[in-house]
């Protein structure tokens, strides 16, 4: 079995929605019932970390940082919204989405879960977080400037790639942002990350 494959498929947009955010949700309960002392001894004995734990509680983690981090990473991702309503999944897949850049309905339809293709309000929710370009601009969907402050780049069915340019142009936005806010004279088109 390769890891990297089952990774894909478990994180696939096929699979997602009916294992990888059920999984989770089920993980956040355990972590609740076990209590977090038990829930880390637990998950660093999962990772083969406990026994790096000696029994004054001094870490000797130096040479496992690919575990830690997976561990760390979980920790993360154990502190997101897994039960969200289906209006609020829909617009958070859709801004992670156009967080990416620009793309196109048909681009957005192959990208997000197979039941939000579906979903009766998915054009609706979609013009409230994106703007539409010219048809002879190609017609992508991008995402307004007031949908920003609702990503989070470690967003995660992001790609490790994906990570690193929607932070990236996060950073591009913040940093331009000031420069923008002190010109009480631009037109208000403010500038875009993309």
């Known amino acids: 079995r390769a890891p990297w494959a089952a990774d894909r498929f478990y994180r696939s947009r096929l699979h997602r929605e009916h294992a990888w955010c059920k999984d989770m949700l089920v993980i956040q309960t355990c972590a609740c019932a076990l209590g977090p002392h038990a829930f880390m001894a637990r998950v660093l004995e999962r990772v083969g970390l406990q026994a790096k734990l000696d029994c004054k509680g001094r870490r000797d983690l130096s040479t496992e940082h690919s575990q830690l981090e997976e561990v760390l990473w979980l920790i993360l991702l154990l502190l997101k919204r897994w039960t969200a309503s289906d209006e609020s999944a829909l617009r958070t897949s859709l801004v992670h989405q156009l967080a990416l850049g620009p793309l196109a309905h048909s681009a957005i339809d192959k990208r997000l879960e197979p039941c939000w293709c579906e979903h009766p309000h998915l054009d609706t929710m979609l013009q ?8 002879s601009a190609g ?18 069915f992001y790609t490790s790639e994906e990570a690193k340019q929607v932070a990236q142009r996060l950073h591009l936005l913040k940093q331009s942002k000031p420069t923008i806010e002190a010109s009480p004279s631009s037109s208000g088109s403010g500038v875009s990350p993309t």
């Open 139 to 156: 017609g992508q969907f991008s995402l307004r400037p007031c949908g920003w402050a609702e990503v989070d780049p470690t967003h995660p």
């Open 128 to 135: 409230q977080v994106g703007r539409r370009t010219s048809a």
